[in-house]
């Protein structure tokens, strides 16, 4: 039977391996139960650096990848945060984490089992009064909720869509993974004016964006 102790080492074993340079980040995951988000049957491996599965077409990101995600997003205290590609709310509560009581973070999610999970997992952890889950089709973004100071997109997309790049504040961070369905590059877009600039990240494998009727990103 697992105690508690046991995912609170693996938890800080997993933060460690990541070497983090963000001290802030460092804490968030090591606050963020990640076991908590990922079905029970995979509670075993919730702290390896591996995707883990959610359903047969959605993982939660392995732990690497959200640092990478976190490290290019760089949320501060009181931002507005959306993510695309909820899952079941780890990534969401890191965040939680980082915007602090002052913030607030939304979330879409396609798949309905996983929008009905998510909200329920991110209360039982606290995160209810910070997170808010949507469902549906993450590609138009939330412009109801709009202005956003970071974006993240949790999954593989062809392109920087143009309804993400409006919903940022000036100066505000989109991040996400660009490409193909089978390899991507991680792209932080800055917004500036009506424009903006992108950088380019590390090579990156993500699952695809889904959206209602469409097989594939």
């Not at 997109?153 to 660009?178: F, I, M, N, Y």
């Amino acid at each position: 039977m697992t105690t508690r102790k046991e995912p609170h080492r693996s938890r800080d074993a997993m933060v460690d391996a990541l070497h983090l340079t963000d001290p802030r980040i460092e804490a968030a995951m090591r606050r963020v139960p990640r076991e908590a988000f990922v079905p029970d049957r995979w509670r075993a491996i919730a702290y390896d650096d591996a995707p883990v599965p959610l359903t047969d077409e959605a993982t939660v990101s392995a732990p690497h990848m959200v640092a990478l995600l976190l490290e290019a997003l760089e949320v501060r205290v009181g931002d507005a945060v959306l993510e695309v590609g909820a899952g079941m709310g780890y990534l969401a509560a890191v965040l939680a984490e980082l915007v602090g009581p002052t913030g607030r973070v939304d979330a879409i999610e396609l798949d309905e089992g996983l929008a009905t999970q998510a909200p329920e997992r991110l209360a039982r952890e606290g995160y209810g009064s910070r997170v808010v889950v949507h469902a549906g089709d993450g590609a138009p973004g939330l412009p109801e909720h709009a202005p956003y100071d970071r974006i993240v997109v949790s999954c593989a997309t062809r392109e920087l869509r143009h309804e993400w790049k409006e919903q940022l504040v000036e100066g505000g961070r989109l991040v996400a993974p660009v490409g193909n369905e089978w390899e991507q590059t991680l792209i932080t877009f800055i917004r500036r004016g009506r424009t903006g600039v992108e950088e380019e990240g590390v090579r990156c494998r993500f699952v695809p964006l889904r959206r209602p009727g469409i097989p594939h990103i």
